[in-house]
């Protein structure tokens, strides 16, 4: 069965600052990949997916992941955070074939003026 | 294009009462899907459906949870007699299903607290 960590519980971040979110994955093949953002009150949204090819993802909002396959990791980045970024944010894993996503526990970010 | 439209937004019930909470798709995604999320933690599918028929169940807790799907299109999650430990958020997402996506579309969510 597929798993998912997310290594850092609570992220404080200063605006216009880095951000770099940890995910680990198991499954037994090459899955595929989530980061979905949830803002308060609000449902979850997709920021970006990896299904193959190219191991640097591009999302929405000015995000980007990267697969790493030797550290089954799929880390999430954005160069300058907004104050708006703030949320909690999720990685998740999906088999191949079945699309059924199991999702980490969540890392809550909080931008700081 | 609409989004995912679940209700009631918020519930508040005594425990071993039942409540039930409805969710609407977005228009011809075949697949739904049912997601608990407790304070802290990450969503847990509950149940998915394909159309009306039941694709994965096996992390419902089938002695007071249920859910249907009756005409392929929305979905109704009961759960009866409600403990305290269902407190949650119940997150409902459906997707297209086809071979290249696996997009989950969510809805905002229904908060329910057991008393």
């Known amino acids: 069965a597929q798993s998912v960590t997310q290594p850092d519980i609570h992220i404080t971040v200063s605006e216009g600052a880095s951000l770099e979110l940890r995910c680990n994955y198991s499954?037994?093949?090459?899955?595929?990949l989530f980061w979905y953002v949830q803002s308060p009150g609000q449902g979850l949204q997709l920021l970006l997916k990896?299904?193959?090819?190219?191991?640097l993802v591009q999302g929405i909002k000015g995000f980007e992941a990267e697969f790493k396959r030797s550290q089954s990791s799929f880390n999430l980045r954005k160069p300058s955070v907004h104050w708006s970024d703030a949320a909690e944010y999720f990685c998740?894993?999906?088999?191949?074939?079945?699309?059924?996503?199991?999702f980490g526990a969540g890392t809550t970010v909080t931008v700081r003026a | 294009e609409a989004g995912v439209a679940q209700s009631p937004r918020y519930k508040i019930i005594e425990k071993r009462q039942s409540v039930a909470f409805w969710c609407n798709p977005i228009s011809g995604h075949a697949t739904l899907y049912w997601y608990q999320q407790i304070l802290g933690q990450g969503p847990k599918l509950l149940i998915q459906?394909?159309?009306?028929?039941?694709?994965?169940d096996s992390q419902l807790p089938k002695d007071r949870f249920s859910a249907e799907r009756l005409k392929g299109v929305d979905s109704t999650l009961k759960i009866q007699p409600a403990k305290l430990e269902d407190s949650a958020v119940y997150l409902c997402?459906?997707?297209?299903?086809?071979?290249?996506?696996?997009?989950?579309?969510f809805g905002e969510g229904s908060r329910l607290t057991v008393l």
């Open positions: 459906f394909q159309n009306n028929g039941v694709v994965d």
């Open positions: 990896y299904f193959s090819g190219d191991t």
């Open positions: 998740a894993v999906a088999g191949v074939n079945d699309y059924k996503l199991s």
């Open positions: 499954y037994g093949a090459t899955p595929y």
């Open positions: 997402a459906s997707s297209l299903a086809g071979p290249n996506t696996g997009e989950l579309f």
